[in-house]
């Protein structure tokens, strides 16, 4: 090959691409250059293609300042790896993108389009001009996804028999390292889309769920609150730990009198002035509580601080109190209660109170570790996925993994189209494509060949990744999906002992699965024309 490439790991463990030449060397022009990219994309996807489905490999990867994560996600995989070549950045934002629309697959695009490119490179080898092969390529997707139209079903569920939807984000969580719990963690996925869905505009805004984490407990022990979590307690300990019908003044104002500004020079040479002073002060005080109390509210909610004299006053006058409450969470507590922030203490008026049904602080087991949870909220499409976990690093992936069962309820919502998973929608198309090949004339009919032959990579990894022979598998299942002209064969993939996806309950949506090919082809296209590469000659 004309460049050799290699995987390395950096000191911090983080895989990168070398490519060996690029020193000596600052322009590439023709078939060169086509060639180098390719090399560069196929590295990206080989890294990725061992994570592909349920038995795929979880990678590890270190940041610089030592922080661990592991993963099976290949968006994330990609965003954490250091990549220094142009190409291998686009095969990043190809994972991107999908991540991006759709939420699901990041991994499958990027197989795909490792896929494509190796037989791009091929059909190069052959003469094949890569004006053509795009083009070539470009027909073929086209006809596969409208070929994915045709085998879809589809998908139905209702508000009270939510199984349906609960099984498929169940699909996708069984390829992520969270997978001991995807019952409970797709219902929670679920309940949670439900909740804040528009059912008839068939829209979802998952910014109104919120996913909270904080190490401690179980896995097991993640929960859906309707409403918010805010990882504060209440600023003294006898204050309630529960408040019905709370009207609450959310501030951002400074909840304390004001601090005399160090340049006016205050006499206090008296112990008399010291106390009218101080008495001033805890009047002052005195006077915003009473205003608060005034207006109607039952509990402060504040970005600022106070001291520990102010809380033992708010505590005596009954008035609740929660401080050093971040910015993000008071928008997001005002607009789950309906009330507004209010920045300057004089524009406390009782209508820009927040209200909820209940507040309250939740401790767990025997630490010292309080929550408060505000619920039933005015706003009632605010949801907060709470998830517990050993460590950070367990959390985070299942943020990640939780944020792929969103997606995909959502994108079930908003379409509720499926083709079955295992491979075997890729299957379907590539006899298909290659069916079709048969009737297009000229040099595209071999790019189109070839893009069949790529789409047979998807069950060609999942075979790889669990074990089995990869070639004598795909042949085995596309030759029952022929002599059946059932579209729902693909790999058994945990060894359950039937290849019907469709009785394994494995699918994706139609709209991800599209995407997919959509956008790998888009990508793989781009590489292809790219004719001249310059580098800076002292890289
Ligand atoms: P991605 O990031 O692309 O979603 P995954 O690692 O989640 O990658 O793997 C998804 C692939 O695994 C899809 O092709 C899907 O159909 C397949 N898959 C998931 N679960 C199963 C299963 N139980 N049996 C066979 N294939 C499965």
């Given at each position: 090959s004309l460049l050799s490439m290699a995987l390395a790991f950096d000191e911090y463990g983080r895989p990168f691409i070398i490519l060996k030449?690029?020193?000596?060397?600052?322009?590439?022009?023709?078939?060169?250059a086509q060639k180098a990219n390719i090399s560069a994309g196929k590295a990206v996807a080989r890294i990725l293609r061992t994570s592909l489905g349920p038995k795929g490999m979880d990678k590890m990867l270190q940041s610089p300042d030592g922080e661990v994560t592991i993963t099976n996600d290949g968006a994330t995989i990609l965003e954490q790896m250091d990549v220094d070549n142009q190409i291998a950045k686009l095969m990043v934002e190809l994972s991107r993108s999908q991540d991006y629309e759709i939420g699901d697959g990041t991994t499958g695009v990027v197989v795909m389009a490792g896929a494509l490119l190796e037989q791009a490179e091929r059909l190069l080898e052959c003469g094949i001009h890569p004006i053509r092969i795009a083009e070539g390529y470009e027909m073929a997707s086209r006809m596969a996804v409208?070929?994915?139209?045709?085998?879809?079903?589809t998908f139905e569920f209702s508000l009270t028999n939510i199984e349906s939807l609960v099984q498929t984000c169940m699909t996708t969580l069984s390829s992520k390292i969270v997978n001991r719990c995807k019952r409970s963690l797709a219902e929670i996925a679920v309940k949670a889309v439900l909740a804040v869905a528009d059912l008839d505009r068939k829209d979802v805004n998952l910014d109104l769920i919120k996913v909270e984490g904080k190490v401690g407990g179980k896995l097991e022990d993640t929960e859906l609150v309707y409403g918010i979590t805010v990882d504060k307690d209440m600023s003294h300990p006898q204050m309630p730990k529960r408040i019905e019908n709370a009207k609450i003044a959310i501030l951002t104002c400074p909840f304390e009198?004001?601090?005399?500004?160090?340049?006016?020079?205050?006499?206090?040479?008296t112990v008399e002035k010291f106390q009218t002073l101080r008495k001033q002060?805890?009047?002052?005080?005195?006077?915003?509580?009473q205003r608060c109390k005034d207006v109607g509210a039952t509990l402060v909610i504040c970005q600022w601080g106070f001291d520990d004299e102010a809380n033992h006053l708010l505590m005596n006058r009954g008035l609740p109190a929660v401080r050093w409450v971040g910015g993000v969470e008071l928008e997001l507590i005002a607009i789950a209660t309906g009330g507004r922030i209010v920045p300057r203490f004089q524009e406390l008026t009782p209508e820009k109170l927040g209200k909820a049904g209940i507040v309250r602080e939740k401790s767990f087991g025997t630490t010292k570790d309080r929550m408060?949870?505000?619920?039933?909220?005015a706003n009632s499409r605010a949801v907060t996925i709470f998830i517990r976990g050993g460590n950070k690093m367990m959390i985070e992936e299942t943020k990640r993994s939780l944020h792929d069962a969103l997606c995909v309820a959502r994108n079930l919502i908003r379409n509720n189209s499926i083709v079955y998973g295992g491979g075997s929608a890729e299957i379907s198309c590539s006899i298909a494509v290659e069916a079709a090949a048969d009737r297009i004339p000229g040099v595209e009919q071999y790019a189109i060949r070839a893009f069949a032959d790529a789409l047979d990579s998807i069950p060609m990894a999942l075979a790889e990744n669990s074990g089995l022979q990869p070639i004598e598998t795909l042949t085995a299942v596309k030759s029952q999906q022929v002599k059946e002209g059932n579209p729902h064969y693909g790999i058994d993939c945990n060894d359950i002992g039937t290849n019907d996806m469709l009785q394994q309950d494995v699918f994706e949506t139609l709209i991800g699965k599209q995407q997919q090919i959509l956008l790998a082809t888009q990508v793989v296209k781009m590489i292809l024309k790219i004719d001249d590469v310059i580098s800076p000659a002292d890289y």
């Open positions: 030449e690029q020193e000596q060397m600052n322009r590439l022009r023709g078939l060169d409208d070929h994915l139209e045709k085998i879809s079903k009198p004001p601090k005399p500004k160090t340049k006016h020079k205050v006499d206090i040479d002060e805890q009047q002052y005080f005195d006077d915003m509580v408060l949870y505000i619920e039933q909220c």
